[in-house]
């Protein structure tokens, strides 16, 4: 049974309060070594979207009307990943085809969505809390925007720190992960507003 949480609630917990990325810590290597462009940052947040979108509403039709019914939950991991990567493998298809900038500067890091643990995270969570198709889908759509968020956002503020006078002690990895740090912090101060259990 579906847990009673407003679609709209569930939908900004997810973008900020349960930011699958600054909440949970989930996805970062992509996160982290994409952020320095933010051209690249902005088509990666996007494809973390459609994925996130897609496989979160594929994952729960296939949970409930393949894998329950059939008595083969156990396999939900493997079939988790099947429907992720075929995804991911159609996506990257398709910016190839669209954008040929994009896929270039995006590089090794689009088909490492497949293995980007915040998609299958976001699935795993579904199914767990026992969501809803709607509520699954909305939960999908807001974790890839919070994703998009704060990569966009790690994005302008590492862009304006380049600039600036920083001490070498905390150039480059150092003061990414203090500032990520941060992001986490004002993220979760919306937490007395909206929250996912």
């Known amino acids: 049974m579906a ?6 609630s569930l939908f900004f917990a997810s973008i900020f309060t349960s930011n699958i990325l600054l909440a949970n810590f989930l996805g ?5 070594a994409i952020s320095k462009d933010s051209k690249s940052s902005n088509g990666l947040g996007l494809a973390v979207v459609v994925v996130l979108t897609i496989t979160t509403a594929l994952n729960w039709v296939v949970l409930n009307y393949v894998l329950v019914p059939l008595d ?3 396999l939900r991991f493997i079939v988790f990943i ?3 990567a075929s995804v991911v493998q159609m996506l990257e298809m398709i ?8 896929y270039l500067s ?9 293995v980007n643990c915040a998609i299958l995270g976001v699935s795993l969570f579904m199914e767990i809390r026992q969501y809803s198709f709607i509520q699954s889908a909305i939960y999908g759509f807001g974790s890839g925007l919070g994703w998009w968020l704060a990569i966009m956002a790690l994005s302008a503020i590492r862009k304006k720190t380049e600039k600036s006078k920083v001490h070498a002690g905390l150039q480059g990895a150092g003061l990414t992960f203090i500032t990520i740090g941060f992001m986490a912090m004002a993220f979760i101060g919306f937490a ?3 929250q996912v259990q």
Not at 3 to 8: G, L, M, N, R, V
Not at 95 to 102: A, C, E, G, K
Not at 106 to 114: A, K, N, R
């Open 106 to 114: 995006l590089g090794i890091f689009l088909p490492l969505i497949t």
């Open 95 to 102: 910016i190839d085809r669209v954008s040929q900038t994009l």
């Open 72 to 74: 083969l939950v156990y």
């Open 3 to 8: 847990p009673a949480i407003h679609p709209i």
């Open 28 to 32: 970062m290597c992509s996160f982290i």
């Open 192 to 194: 007395g507003l909206l």
């Open 82 to 84: 099947i429907v992720i």
